[in-house]
């Protein structure tokens, strides 16, 4: 059982940074793949980035969405149990509730098993 807690959302003008950390629960954090999601109002839960081990190895894999690539940086803390997504150049339509996810898949919301509350990301024009 993992519990994810996120933290860092706020009310934003377009242009700044802003990070997301997501706690994780559990003594297997590491073994995750960890991704964020997130869902504007009126639209579907979209995948926005993702961290994953590649293979057995001790290297992680990341994967973005087209729409944060090159402004979003998804991280990882194993030691803290914690995973970051740094946001920079926010725009308007970045604005969603984002979600943290543990699970063993890439891009598909459904190959995660554990979810945050969501935190409430508002960027302003």
């Known amino acids: 059982q993992v519990q994810l807690v996120e933290s860092g959302g706020g009310l934003v003008q377009a242009g700044v940074s802003l990070r997301l950390s997501c706690a994780a629960s559990g003594r297997t954090f590491s073994n995750y793949a960890m991704a964020w999601f997130r869902q504007a109002p009126g639209k579907e839960r979209e995948f926005v980035a993702a961290?994953?081990?590649?293979?057995?190895?001790?290297?992680?894999?990341?994967y973005y969405a087209d729409s944060v690539k090159g402004r979003f940086t998804i991280s990882r803390d194993n030691a803290k149990n914690t995973v970051y997504l740094q946001m920079n150049s926010l725009k308007p339509e970045d604005t969603a509730v984002y979600y943290c996810a543990a699970g063993g898949g890439r891009y598909f919301a459904g190959d995660y098993d554990y979810w945050g509350q969501g935190t409430q990301v508002t960027v302003s024009s």
């Open positions: 961290i994953r081990r590649s293979g057995t190895s001790t290297y992680y894999s990341t």
